[in-house]
């Protein structure tokens, strides 16, 4: 069956940079592409961006270029999404979840369990 | 990209059916298929319930529904069950070839 499980909480400093991991497993890797989103406390979901773990190409969110890498090791079937120059309002649940291949573009039909970030001096 | 317009709540109760609203754009909502709605309980990851529009995945109830017109998507759930009570976002694809999720609308089971 699909997994896709991140790594454990975070708790980092304004101005550091935050790197959450998301191992797939039960299907192939490279054959869908990879979203992160993430949820500040008591909101909605916003979208970051994709990684496509064929190629490594990635398509972020304006609002976060510059800021986010994502990047995918192939040999361990697992997604990256690194946030860098952390700000409070960076505090969050990061989630990934998979595109589902065969629907519409941007449908996310896995989700991982998500990783709380919190960002506090 | 601006988020897509939904009610912050909406209530029913049980056996009952109540739908929630995602306004957009013509480049978005109104100008692709490409609609989703997700059902995500507190402290839970989301779950996709709709695609393209109205189309369920396996396993979700057909009591969950979706529909499209002009700019506005719409999730209807008939039957209402306690279970049903959570927050419901719609998302779409975009012109800009991203998608973008609405503000999320909190159903409440009377």
């Known amino acids: 069956q699909v997994q896709l499980v991140q790594s454990g909480a975070e708790v980092k400093k304004p101005g550091a940079s935050v790197k959450v991991s998301c191992k797939a497993s039960?299907?192939?890797?490279?054959?869908?592409?990879m979203h992160w989103v993430r949820q500040a406390p008591g909101q909605g979901l916003e979208w970051m961006g994709w990684?496509?773990?064929?190629?490594?190409?990635?398509n972020y969110a304006q609002k976060f270029q510059g800021r986010v890498t994502m990047t995918r090791d192939t040999s361990i079937s697992t997604a990256y999404m690194e946030l860098s120059r952390l700000r409070s309002d960076d505090t969050a649940v990061y989630y990934c979840a998979r595109e589902w291949v065969g629907a519409a573009a941007g449908t996310l039909d896995y989700w991982g369990q998500g990783t709380l970030v919190t960002v506090s001096s | 990209q601006s988020a897509l317009t939904q009610p912050a709540s909406v209530s029913g109760s049980p056996g009952q059916s109540i739908t929630i609203s995602c306004t957009g754009t013509?480049?978005?909502?109104?100008?692709?298929?490409?609609v989703s709605w997700y059902q995500q309980h507190p402290g839970k990851a989301p779950k996709l319930m709709i695609y393209?529009?109205?189309n369920r995945p396996s396993g979700v109830p057909d009591r969950f529904s979706g529909s499209k017109s002009g700019n506005t998507a719409s999730l209807t759930i008939s039957g209402l069950q306690a279970e049903d009570e959570a927050d419901y976002y719609c998302?779409?694809?975009?012109?800009?070839?991203?998608?973008?999720f609405g503000g999320g609308t909190k159903l409440t089971v009377l």
């Open positions: 013509s480049s978005d909502v109104g100008g692709y298929n490409y």
């Open positions: 990684i496509n773990p064929n190629s490594g190409g990635t």
């Open positions: 393209e529009v109205s």
């Open positions: 039960g299907y192939t890797f490279t054959g869908y592409y």
């Open positions: 998302s779409s694809y975009t012109s800009s070839s991203t998608p973008v």
